[in-house]
């Protein structure tokens, strides 16, 4: 079929039209009920009847289903675009009405047609209309519509044959078609919903199923499966609970003296109209592994209490019944590795302590009989107190990768110690406790402290420097740090310098001195003595002298520079330069002996 902008027929049969690249989700839903009922042949009955097209339209004018429409809207209307919108409009005005509660609507098609259409609700939602037309209501005026023909370039002999075959309606028939319309609606709407329903029961029940762990499968009277939950077919080694459906476990990959026995059990069951609960047997596995389960078999019956087969769920328990030896083993194992551990173990529960192993023990200098007559909290600094208790008993009420928390403690010598300290909620000989893991970071702390001290005399020293002293890194120049010098020297704010890069201050004159500086870090670790040119602020420039050594910080590298201003010095070197050379060009001087010169000068 033809197409126009933002129309596209998407059935030929149906002429389903949609006018959105994707269906709202409540329209998908209804498309999706329609296609699984017998609606479809009801609308071409209708049709084939009384010639007169019936359609299913959502409220934004997408055609879900539809009998064959008259060919003077699938040939004519609904390919121009012009006349097309006019359909829509007219599709949309009626949705409008029928949004505000009304039962039914009847309304003139702007291309000069009639239609009539009524609700469908579904769940208290309106999500679309069936339509009914279209057709006329009193002989047509074949001049207006032969104008209408020529005036959107239709071929006009064509086109009136077209409106020859729509069907004229008596105006008293038109209440019959509304309330056929509003009983027919009333049988969509109905089918719908329950439909729905029972797609939306199916849904459940198979979501419940495949997201149980037990396996669970249901069998007729003569042993093929009638269905299973995913689990069950993933143990059959099948993709799908779809190729279980029909086989018998002789069809399935267990071995047969399994199968026999499967289905020996399962007769009994069937035979003694009797459930079988909670049998722990070996069972099977498609990879060739057997597990121990808990297998319950249950007789499945109908309303008249006649057994029609039977349904087995069955759980692994391997891990349940080897958990008793584990835990036995574990026990004793813990319990060596919490002895010997490097950090100190503490165990409580309603501040009674529990477990303390021998590291714990060595930290407060405490004998195991010593620490037992002491409330375990005793131990801590009276200051850091509050902010342990706080942060134990948080332990179960917060995510469990919780950061560390640090305090200190007293020892029995009266020694201050610092502990870094983590906490996990447990389990411990059946009540509920918590764990504490504590490391002694005494000697950390003190090289802590001794670190910062002593980055306090550099930052000092650096800061007060009579040179000027920058800290960038090496690859790109970004500077760090400056001192109050080398603001002096460059006319820069250390706010203006840190965080830029000495060429985007534009601080050298010449760039590939700095390439130079660099080459000379990489190959020998230190530069020194190097002169430069550079430039000020203001855009003076100056000449100084660069000592730079690398340095490696967390893996990165970096410089540290020390600049000197010589362009003094400079200078002042450049004029006693020019005055030899003056007094060289002079006759006088060139005549008299070159000790006698000098002294005069002097």
Not at 67 to 78: E, G, K, L
Not at 583 to 589: K, L, M, T
């Amino acid at each position: 079929m033809k197409k126009t902008r933002g129309l596209e027929v998407v059935t030929r049969e149906a002429a389903a039209y949609r006018y959105d690249a994707t269906l709202p989700a409540a329209s998908r839903m209804l498309e999706e009920l329609l296609r699984a009922s017998d609606v479809q042949h009801l609308f071409e009955s209708y049709y084939s009847l009384i010639k007169i097209p019936v359609a299913i339209i959502d409220l934004r004018a997408n055609v879900l289903l539809s009998s064959r429409w008259q060919r003077i809207c699938s040939q004519f209307h609904r390919v121009n675009a012009e006349t097309c919108r006019r359909c829509i409009e007219c599709d949309t005005t009626m949705a409008v009405a029928l949004d505000a509660g009304r039962r039914h609507t009847i309304y003139p098609c702007l291309n000069g047609l009639t239609d009539c259409a009524s609700p469908i609700v579904i769940e208290g939602i309106h999500v679309a209309n069936v339509f009914v037309g279209q057709f006329l209501t009193a002989v047509p005026d074949e001049a207006r519509f032969r104008a209408q023909a020529e005036e959107f370039g239709f071929d006009v002999d064509d086109y009136l044959a077209a409106l020859r075959e729509v069907p004229v309606v008596d105006a008293e028939k038109i209440p019959i078609i509304l309330e056929l319309l509003a009983r027919m609606t009333r049988v969509i709407t109905n089918l719908s919903v329950e439909r729905k329903r029972a797609v939306d029961d199916q849904a459940r029940q198979s979501l419940i199923l495949d997201t149980i762990p037990q396996s669970v499968f249901w069998k007729d009277l003569d042993g093929k499966y009638l269905g299973c939950n995913a689990t069950f077919a993933r143990a059959a080694g099948l993709r799908s609970p779809g190729e279980v459906v029909g086989k018998t476990d002789f069809e399935l990959p267990w071995p047969r003296s399994e199968a026999e026995a499967f289905c020996a059990a399962d007769q009994a069951v069937i035979e003694a109209r009797q459930p079988r609960l909670h049998v722990v047997e070996p069972v099977p596995r498609a990879d060739g592994a057997r597990i121990m389960a808990d297998t319950s078999r249950l007789p499945l019956t109908d309303v008249r209490g006649t057994t029609y087969g039977l349904v087995g769920i069955y759980a692994d328990i391997t891990e349940q019944m080897h958990a008793a030896e584990t835990v036995r083993e574990s026990e004793v194992k813990y319990r060596t590795v919490v002895e010997n551990v490097l950090e100190g173990v503490l165990v409580f529960s309603d501040r009674q302590r529990l477990f303390t192993n021998r590291r714990y023990l060595e930290i407060l200098g405490y004998s195991a009989e010593e620490f037992a007559e002491l409330d375990f909290m005793a131990a801590v600094h009276p200051e850091d107190r509050p902010g342990v208790f706080r942060a134990l008993s948080a332990l179960g009420q917060v995510d469990p990768s919780r950061p560390t928390f640090e305090c200190r403690v007293i020892t029995k010598s009266g020694d201050t110690r610092w502990l870094d300290a983590r906490g996990a909620a447990l389990t411990w000989e059946g009540r509920p406790a918590v764990i504490v893991f504590a490391a002694d970071i005494t000697e950390r702390k003190h090289q802590d402290a001794a670190l910062r001290e002593s980055e306090a005399r550099f930052r000092a020293a650096f800061m007060t420097g009579l040179d000027a002293l920058y800290w960038a890194t090496l690859h790109d120049g970004r500077i760090c740090e400056v001192n109050e010098a080398f603001e002096a020297l460059f006319g820069y704010s250390r706010d203006e310098t840190v965080g830029r890069t000495s060429l985007e201050l534009g601080l050298y004159a010449a760039p590939v001195d700095r390439a130079r500086m660099v080459a000379g870090l990489r190959e020998h670790g230190f530069v020194k003595d190097m002169e430069l040119a550079g430039v000020r602020k203001d855009g003076a420039h100056i000449v100084v002298s660069l000592s730079a050594r690398k340095v490696l910080q967390s893996g990165e590298e970096y410089l540290l520079g020390v600049l000197r201003d010589i362009t003094e010095q400079k200078r002042a070197e450049r004029e006693r330069e020019e005055l030899s050379l003056d007094f060289a060009r002079s006759p006088q001087v060139r005549s008299r002996p070159p000790c006698d010169v000098i002294a005069e000068a002097a």
